[in-house]
Nanobody, 122 residues
Framework: QVQLVESGGGLVQPGNSLRLSCAVS????????IGWFRRAPGKEPEGVSCISSEDGRTYYADAVKGRFTISRDNAKNTVYLQMNSLKPEDTAVYHC???????????????WGQGTQVTVSS
């Protein structure tokens, strides 16, 4: 059974950091790109970042470039999203997801988790 389980969300002040984790089970992480997308209330899902399976190449939406870093540990079947310099507009539910390829400008995902809430507020 394919499962992606996110953790690490919370309430932080602007300028602070959070690290999200995505624990994957039920499929081989070597063969899937893993990405993060977010959904804010009343808005469409927005691609955030993705890391490819073949070469570990990383992709970022313009809104988070330079602030967020995605990484993967295949031995632990876990993908991370380090989020620095958080802004109130980063507030959303963050989901990790699996796809055959990376594309932060569309929704290529076949599987995704329930999400973890990130709230950035003073």
């Amino acid at each position: 059974q394919v499962q992606l389980v996110e953790s690490g969300g919370g309430l932080v002040q602007p300028g602070n950091s959070l690290r999200l984790s995505c624990a994957v089970s039920g499929f081989n992480l070597d063969y899937y790109a893993i990405g993060w997308f977010r959904r804010a209330p009343g808005k469409e899902p927005e691609g955030v970042s993705c890391i490819s399976s073949e070469d570990g190449r990383t992709y970022y939406a313009d809104a988070v470039k330079g602030r967020f870093t995605i990484s993967r540990d295949n031995a632990k079947n876990t993908v991370y999203l380090q989020m620095n310099s958080l802004k109130p507009e980063d507030t959303a539910v963050y989901h990790c997801a699996a796809a055959g390829f990376c594309d932060v400008h569309s929704f290529p995902y076949e599987y995704w988790g329930q999400g973890t809430q990130v709230t950035v507020s003073s």
